[in-house]
């Protein structure tokens, strides 16, 4: 028997019958036990070759005959052991392996790690905003408001605070808006619900007006940025009711249609002529949103028979 490196599986073997009465009459078979199925005959050539053998235990047997065809009672044999390399070894595998999943495991660590230093930095911000710039917000808007107090009533100064007081409070309400969408307290579609049902009682004033929203709609947390578009949108289609569609009735719809999200805003107002009317910024920033949300959005009116808004998008997952 020998044992060989996986370099040296070129292998070739010679053989000769000790019969010299007429040698070249002389015939031969072989056999590579696990690798030939059979024997193989060659006549009188006494080679065989084998290049390129896999790692692996083969027995080489060969027999003889000699001038008269009488073959030889024993068959000649050598087991060749051929070593495979060192990443092929069962050792290798298993160090591999844990090697492998001490890497994923980190991977995994440093993720879940990185995932909660953000979110305690969310946190921390949305925390920080709430407590100092909003406070610090309106207690200017209070103060300029006592001001405008005690000037006269319809003087240019009183005009010009009364302005800073609504500029301020729609600033706090802008940063009310941040702080709800950076909080990571707040990713879930109820929560977004909420907020829509709390915009809508601030927005609609003096208006009648019904929420309706699936049971379930959807289970996953979502997006920060589908957040910030979806409330952005929302808040642009109830302000443009307010100042210009002189409704009384709103109808507000959230439902899930093929594994989409659907928005559905219907007002009773004076409507417009699509045909005619320019398309401004407000118009032109909802098709943008939708666009970023991948998703499509369509405003259908009729003069004097109100205003229909749709938005379709598909949700993504954050985990």
Do not use: C
Request: charged share 25%; net charge neutral.
């Amino acid at each position: 028997s020998i044992s060989l490196s996986y370099k040296q599986n070129f292998l070739t073997f010679t053989f000769a019958s000790l019969d010299y009465e007429y040698p070249a009459q002389n015939k031969y078979k072989y056999m590579m036990v696990g690798l030939d199925a059979d024997w193989v005959f060659v006549e009188n050539i006494n080679t065989a070759r084998y290049p390129g053998l896999a790692p692996g235990e083969y027995t080489f047997m060969v027999q003889g005959t000699n001038s008269a065809g009488v073959w030889s009672k024993n068959i000649a044999t050598l087991r060749t052991t051929i070593t495979p390399p060192f990443w092929e070894r069962w050792w290798f595998y298993l160090a591999a392996l844990g090697f492998g999943s001490a890497l994923l495991y980190s991977m995994y660590r440093y993720r879940v790690s990185e995932l909660l230093r953000i979110e305690r930095l969310r946190l921390r911000i949305a925390s920080d905003l709430h407590d100092d710039v909003g406070s610090s917000l309106s207690a200017i808007a209070l103060m300029t408001e006592m001001v405008s107090r005690k000037l006269p009533k319809g003087s240019t100064e009183m005009k010009r605070l009364s302005d800073a007081v609504v500029a301020t409070r729609n600033t706090a309400d802008a940063l009310r808006d941040i702080v709800w969408l950076i909080n990571p307290e707040h990713e879930t579609m109820d929560d977004m619900l909420l907020r829509m049902k709390d915009a809508a009682s601030k927005l609609l004033v003096n208006m009648e007006y019904t929420f309706q929203a699936d049971d379930g709609i959807f289970s996953d947390t979502l997006d920060m940025e589908f957040r910030r578009n979806l409330i952005l949108i929302y808040k642009e289609i109830l302000n443009n009711i307010t100042k210009h569609s002189h409704a009384t009735k709103v109808s507000i719809a959230v439902r899930k249609i093929d594994n989409a999200f659907s928005l559905r805003v219907e007002d009773n107002g004076k409507g417009f002529d699509e045909t005619l009317v320019k398309r401004g910024n407000g118009l032109n920033n909802l098709g943008f949103r939708a666009e970023k949300m991948n998703g499509t959005i369509r405003v259908q009116s009729t003069p004097g028979e109100g205003t229909t808004t749709e938005l379709l998008a598909n949700i993504p997952r954050t985990r």
